[in-house]
């Protein structure tokens, strides 16, 4: 599907931090379209540009705006420099409606003419049909089509028509209508906003009630787009929305550059879904096609100077959901076009910027020589590098135009002022590793979102890392966060394609092996027969699972420490008393990060009878991605894992003895093992439970036999130990 | 103008890369068609192009390459640009003699000054200027370089007066590229009134020393969006120097209020020779505020002092309510469109309720709070026609519509347990952060009923966490503030029973059916909106977290679409070996709940305890179990009582079959820290009970 009607009602879960960038990605590599309510639009001249000048104090006023040196006249009103911030020669043409409130609309509504009404039947017809297949519907997609139009000058359109029948509260939500545009590039119109009711009454939005607004983004964003929103009055359940977006690109950056997608399925039952991709006659498209059943296109044809692709799906059925299911575009319906094969554009042109970008100054070269002075190998020297650039380069999005967004600010730029997003903090890192002699280039990777094709090029990717060449090998390194530790990067990272500029293509990042991203605990347990335990345990982290903890741990205040560590505590078990506890290499990277602390409980152990009954602390494995009992979708793991814990047990001798041990024993399935293991040591025994997991994928086939594994598993963690109590001399057990 | 020339690539983005300014000089920035942005002086710019001063000379841009042409400002001190030029004394010692983590072994910053100055004007125009300085120690005490200021633009104004990083090697001033004036709502079309400028501060590593300043200048303030400041003394960071500074004209409408707390706050008052009042309240060294849960909103508990344009409860009251009646006047039709929401004329409690259940569902609520938008409710019809409104004007339309069917409801303004106590603050409007409307039936029908009818899963009557205990002023005249009513503990809750049967091979088999109330229904409820494959992958997961090797086999959910109903969630599932082997014995403890203690793990607490509505859950689970194993052990009975709370849990054998029972309850909403030790052996009774087992032996 395209994108929906509002940004409430998206169908995707929301994208971490890092992937804020993106929208404005989506939206620059987006097509364009023709005005309103004119289909055939004259190409707008490249001088018709509409001067508009943007005052400190908020104002806008129309130019002509004329600048010389401190003096600045502004529609022949003289201004001083200093109230001026911003002037847009806007190619978008027939201006957005300005910032300011929506008013309201008329509302008033009028009654359907003779066409309008069969057409209304027809629809209601088919709602009707539908519905008594999904009657649990939260709306039913009549109609969902787009229609992307490359015109002869390199401008574009985007035109997307949704026809669905609210059925529930939350479908209401589709009367909303918020688009995003760039000021200058591109324009939004929404020819069609209507809402048909049951009774025949049709109420449609004010053309002239649409606003336009700054919309407000987190406190680390400052990137230029704007935002169009209407809102289509009275809208009810058992109403019919017909909505037209139309979605203009009159100012491209790069005509070539031309990446029009369609999403076919959404989370509620659609009729149809279709798509069109025109160009001129002469010009040719490809695809990446995903999910797209046999007949349903592309259909190629030629009609009236436009070499057009068409698909076509019918009867789709709603996409639900699973725990763990790859990127929505991975697993329905979906397509994406491009005017060339491969890479190569893209990888040249980004590759001239961040070459440009990472290349480091005399004074960024002398601060890198001095970071790495003490360091005896390269990969010491990748090392601290890596760190610095993570931990002194704070997240912040500074975005301009395609070329900030991009290629990046200057590493020198960057550096100075101490804040950057990933692609930024890439350029820092090539351009210090390569002022320490190293070889290295930032890659662009769509982490989190989906996969990239490697015939079909794209501008809708989600984040940038480094990629490094150390002693004859090629290494990953993520330096957009703060708190992974070299060699280790972000899970979403593994396992996917990197666009490499050197390569003009694209690479595989490595899985790393499971130890890379690992949790391991020792705990040593000493226990009384009346259930007393005194417990010590020390936690030692790697990966995702290193980085996880250390940046949740650094957000705690030193002295809640006692606090958390006592709640961690007593959650093992209630009425826990805390000893010492500490954490290691929490505010830096030089090694493991690892917490540590002793408890006591009075009763951990619980009595029965004359029984003790120990369960073991923090070894119950869940899998809520295995919770259903069957799947339509892959599990797809971000990365790999390990969990290794160990169990020292000692206890009083001659009051305790074993009654039941949990067995050594071997559960595997096709990614993964379970382990257990116990041996003799000293006073008492060790108990080893080693989880490793290899591989990130469970295709659908396979899940069966991986649930099997995970219930055993389940239970086999959950098993407690056994004791039996024996009496005083002279006592009783009981 | 100099010849317009077009510059290959390499050459601008070597410019782009020469001139991209460092953070304290930046230039202006020239952005053009195919992406590329030019920085450097901009020297002229007409109707030609553009001619850019750069570092490598002058470059001249036709005017149909340009798409914008961004000017530049930075926002240091005149002045200052090295950190030997900065004046400010407390930013001179800290250079000098930077705060330690050894002073400050916990603080990832340190808050030098926290200064507010309020001036108001003789017209009642405001000048709130604001400076905070602060040291930066550790790498999350970097977010304090991110700052946000809201206002609202017909009002106000909001000017930073600079904002800079200064470290012994340099100042780094903020600059426009990462500076933004923003709409807050602007996706919510109807309420974009409130903006937000925003600025983030370059170099703000550890040892930085963090200085802004931001002025908010207003204009007179009309009566139905009253002035409002509130300054609190300390926050997440130690604190040296609080400062709240108030100059008003003598005679002044503005009235304030302070609550101090635990800290020593010390104050100053002086008359200026033109009468001018000043009071300068001041605190120093204020700790930070702990990170424990379940504690009291900031504005319960944080000394703070707050300004505001006071009026009396009756002149508000007199005022509101007749602005109620000219906006009710404004919406003709309103009986035929009760009429038409409650599907026939609302008499009564029947007609009320009728009238909220489709209300709530068919007026979309927009997610815009008052105060960021009017306190006075919108015009009836718009808000009508667009089948969209805020908390506010939803149920000002409620009201409208119900006093025009003849319904007998009063509208109420509140002021939710998130904003403080009324009486902590001048009396004012803008002390009122919610409305409610009270049904007011005679006692035979059941009493006056307080409701909100905002949200489409809340039941008629259940009133939001947060507001129950608040204060609130009826429109009636008296001027009188009332308590809205706390639930009781029963109105809010979950009750699950279980009948199971456990099977000689360990496998148990439940029926479970669980009936959700109040607040709980009102969590549960959005259900409604999923299809009946995403509620079945709901129940999977939700019976996958409580027993990980479970199989669901019946589920069934009632009452979702249905208002006037608990909602009711039946699962028939079976666990396979719940009950564990272990030589000759099968152990097990009770199904069906689970409950931790991970929030009273602390032997003390620093703040009190907090709760927005009270809640009880009961459980019972009767067990049948297998032949050929006899009972060994069974859990031993727990018990605690205490004014505002209880757990009561036992277990019992009788006939072949086991009953558990587990019943808690909490029906206060605070509770002092020193109640915490005993609130903890409360909470920590309750888990421990479902640490229990019972132990099977083989007959």
């Known amino acids: ?734 | 103008m100099n010849r317009i020339v077009r510059v290959p690539l390499s050459a601008l983005l070597m410019a782009a890369a020469l001139l991209a300014a460092p953070a304290a000089a930046p230039a202006d920035v020239l952005t053009l068609n195919d992406g590329r942005e030019l920085f450097g002086d901009l020297v002229r710019l007409d109707a030609e192009g553009a001619l850019l001063r750069t570092a490598t000379g002058e470059i001249a841009i036709p005017a149909g390459d340009l798409l914008d042409a961004g000017l530049l400002r930075s926002y240091g001190v005149a002045g200052e640009s090295t950190p030997a030029e900065v004046r400010d004394p407390r930013i001179a010692a800290a250079l000098a003699s930077p705060p330690a983590e050894a002073e400050y072994p916990n603080a990832a910053a340190v808050v030098l000054l926290d200064e507010g100055i309020l001036a108001v004007a003789p017209d009642g125009s405001t000048v709130y200027t604001e400076r905070i300085i602060s040291s930066i120690l550790k790498e999350r005490g970097r977010d304090e370089a991110n700052t946000i200021r809201e206002y609202d633009p017909e009002l106000e104004t909001v000017t930073i007066l600079h904002a800079r990083a200064i470290t012994p090697s340099g100042i780094f001033p903020a600059d426009d590229r990462a500076v933004a004036d923003e709409s807050s709502h602007g996706a919510v079309p109807g309420y974009e009134r409130e903006r937000s400028l925003k600025c983030a501060i370059p170099e703000s590593n550890p040892g930085a020393i963090l200085d802004r300043a931001f002025r908010t200048a207003r204009k007179p303030s009309p009566p139905d969006r009253p002035f409002r400041l509130v300054f609190q003394f300390g926050g997440a960071e130690p604190v040296r120097l609080a400062r709240f500074v108030f100059r008003r004209p003598a005679g002044s409408a503005f009235d304030w209020r302070v609550r101090t707390g635990e800290c020593a706050l010390e104050r100053t008052d002086t008359v200026e020779p033109d009468g001018t009042l000043v009071t300068t309240l001041e605190a120093r060294d204020i700790p930070p505020t702990p990170g424990e849960s379940f504690v009291p909103p900031d504005a319960r508990a944080m000394p703070r002092v707050v300004v505001a344009t006071a009026t009396d409860p009756q002149a508000l009251t007199a005022f509101y309510a007749a602005e109620l009646a000219r906006l009710r006047a404004e919406l003709p039709g309103a009986a035929a469109a009760a009429s038409a929401f409650a599907g026939g004329t609302p008499a009564g409690r029947t007609g009320a309720v009728a009238l909220h259940d489709a209300f709530v569902r068919d007026i979309l609520l927009a997610p815009v709070p008052m105060e960021h938008y009017s306190l006075l409710p919108s015009r009836p019809a718009e808000r009508l026609a667009r089948k969209m409104a805020n908390a506010l004007d939803k149920t000002f339309l409620y009201y409208a519509l119900a006093r025009a069917a003849g319904l007998p409801v009063s509208f109420c303004l509140v002021r939710t347990h998130g904003e403080g106590p009324l009486s902590e603050e001048p009396f004012s409007l803008a002390a009122f952060d919610a409305a409610c409307l009270r049904l007011d039936l005679p006692d035979a029908d059941g009493g006056p009923v307080w409701f909100a009818p905002l949200y489409e899963n809340h039941r008629f009557g259940v009133l939001p966490e947060g507001w129950q205990g608040a204060d609130a002023l009826p429109l009636d005249g008296s001027g009188d503030v009332v308590v809205l009513p706390v639930d009781d503990a029963r109105a809010s809750g979950l009750d699950r029973v279980l009948t199971a049967t456990l099977g000689a091979d360990g496998n148990l088999a439940v029926r479970a059916v669980e009936t959700w109330r109040g607040l709980y229904d009102a969590a549960l409820r959005p259900l409604k909106q999923s299809s009946d494959e995403e509620r079945l992958k709901w129940a999977e997961k939700r019976l996958a977290d409580a027993h990980p090797k479970a199989t669901l086999l019946e589920f069934a959910i009632d009452g979702l679409d249905d208002l006037s109903r608990d909602i009711t969630v039946t699962t028939v599932y079976r666990v396979d070996d719940f009950a564990v082997a272990a030589g000759p014995y099968r152990l097990f403890r009770m199904p069906g709940l689970s409950r931790g203690a991970f929030a009273v793990g602390d032997p003390v607490r620093k703040r009190d305890l907090y709760w927005g509505a009270p809640e009880a859950e009961t459980t019972r689970v009767a067990i049948r179990l297998p032949d050929g194993l006899a009972l060994r052990h069974l859990p031993p009975p727990s018990a605690t009582f205490r004014p505002g709370y209880a757990h009561v849990a036992g277990c019992g054998y009788s006939a072949g079959a086991l009953l558990f029972t587990d019943r808690l309850e909490r029906t206060a909403l605070l509770a002092p820290r020193a109640e915490y030790p005993r609130y903890k052996a409360f909470v920590e009774a309750a888990a421990a009970f479902l640490r229990e087992w019972t132990v099977l032996e083989a007959r």
């Open chain 1, 1 to 734: 599907m395209t994108p929906s009607p509002s940004a409430a009602c998206r169908i995707r879960p929301a994208t971490p931090l890092l992937l804020l960038l993106l929208p404005l990605l989506l939206l620059l590599a987006r097509p364009a379209p023709g005005a309103a309510d004119d289909p055939e639009p004259a190409p707008p001249r490249e001088d018709a540009a509409a001067v508009r000048a943007l005052l400190r104090d908020g104002t806008i006023l129309p130019g002509p705006v004329t600048l010389d040196g401190g003096t600045v006249e502004v529609g022949g009103r003289a201004l001083p420099r200093e109230a001026l911030r911003k002037v847009v020669f806007d190619r978008a043409a027939a201006a957005q409606a300005t910032a300011g409130e929506s008013g309201a609309e008329a509302a008033q509504g009028r009654r359907l003419d003779g066409d309008e009404r069969a057409e209304f039947e027809l629809w209601n017809a088919q709602a009707e049909e539908m519905a008594s297949r999904n009657p649990d519907a939260n709306y039913l997609v009549l109609l969902d089509r787009i229609e992307h139009r490359l015109r002869g000058d390199g401008t574009r359109e985007s035109r997307s028509r949704y026809i669905l029948k609210v059925r529930k509260e939350q479908a209401k939500q589709f009367a909303r209508l918020v688009r995003w545009f760039v000021e200058g590039r591109s324009r939004v119109s929404f020819p069609r906003a209507r809402c048909l009711k049951p009774g025949g009454l049709l109420l449609e939005m004010d053309p002239a009630s649409p606003r336009v607004s700054t919309p407000a983004t987190d406190a680390s964003t400052f990137i230029k787009y704007q935002m169009i929103s209407g809102m289509i009055p009275g809208v009810e359940i058992g109403d019919i929305l017909d909505i037209e977006v139309l979605e203009e690109e009159t100012n491209p950056f790069k005509k070539e550059f031309w990446f029009p997608q369609m999403y076919f399925q959404s989370a509620e039952p659609a009729r149809r879904a279709d798509a069109l991709f025109a160009v001129p006659e002469a010009m040719r498209l490809h695809f990446t096609r995903r999910n797209i059943p046999d007949g349903a296109g592309p259909h190629e044809s030629v009609e009236g100077g436009e070499r057009i692709y068409r698909f076509a799906l019918e009867n789709l059925p709603p996409y639900v959901a699973e725990p763990l299911d790859p990127d929505y575009a991975d697993i329905t319906p979906f397509v994406q076009a491009s005017l060339f094969r491969g890479w190569k554009p893209v990888t040249d042109w980004v590759g001239a910027m961040w070459a440009e970008n990472a290349r480091p100054s005399e004074k960024l070269a002398a601060a890198t020589r001095e970071l790495v002075k003490g360091c005896r190998t390269d990969a010491e020297k990748v090392a601290a590098i890596y760190h610095y650039v993570q931990r002194e380069i704070r997240y912040v999005i500074v975005k301009g135009d395609m070329s900030t967004l991009w290629g990046s600010w200057p590493a020198d730029t960057i550096r100075d002022q101490k804040f950057g997003c990933c692609v930024d903090k890439a350029q820092v890192m090539s351009a210090m590793l390569a002022a320490a002699g190293i070889r290295s280039t930032p890659v662009a990777i769509n982490a989190g979102a989906r996969r990239l094709d490697p015939e079909i090029a794209t501008l809708s990717i989600t984040h940038a890392i480094s990629r490094v060449e150390l002693d004859g090998k090629i290494l990953y390194l993520d330096s957009t966060g703060y708190n992974h530790r070299f060699p280790h990067h972000a899970g979403m990272n593994h396992g996917r394609e990197a666009v490499v500029p050197e390569l003009s293509g694209l690479e595989a990042v490595p899985l790393p092996a499971p130890e890379g991203n690992a949790v391991r605990y020792r705990f040593d347990m000493k226990f009384s027969p009346d259930g007393a335990l005194a417990l010590a345990r020390r936690g030692v982290f790697t990966g995702d699972e290193e980085a996880m903890r250390r940046g949740y741990w650094k957000s705690v205040r030193e002295d809640e420490y006692a606090r958390v560590f006592a709640g961690v505590a007593n959650e093992l078990a209630p009425g826990a008393a805390l000893g010492k506890f500490g954490v290691e290499h929490c505010h830096d990277l030089d090694g493991p990060f690892a917490t540590v602390f002793d408890c006591a409980w009075n009763d951990y152990g619980k009595r029965a009878g004359d029984l003790l009954v120990v369960p073991l602390p923090n070894a119950e494995f869940d899998f809520p991605e295995a919770a259903l009992a069957a799947r339509k979708y892959p599990i797809q793991y971000e990365s790999v894992n390990l969990r290794e814990f160990v169990y020292a047990f000692a206890w009083e001798k001659g009051r305790l003895e074993p009654a039941f041990l949990p067995e050594a024993r071997t559960l595997e399935c096709a990614i993964a093992s379970y382990a257990t293991a116990v041996e003799p040591s000293g006073d008492g025994f060790t108990l080893t439970v080693r989880y490793t997991r290899s591989g990130t994928e469970v295709p659908v086939a396979d899940y069966p036999a991986f649930r099997e594994f995970t219930a055993k598993v389940a239970r086999a963690s959950r098993e407690p130990l056994l004791f039996r109590v024996l009496p005083e001399e002279g006592g009783d057990a009981r």
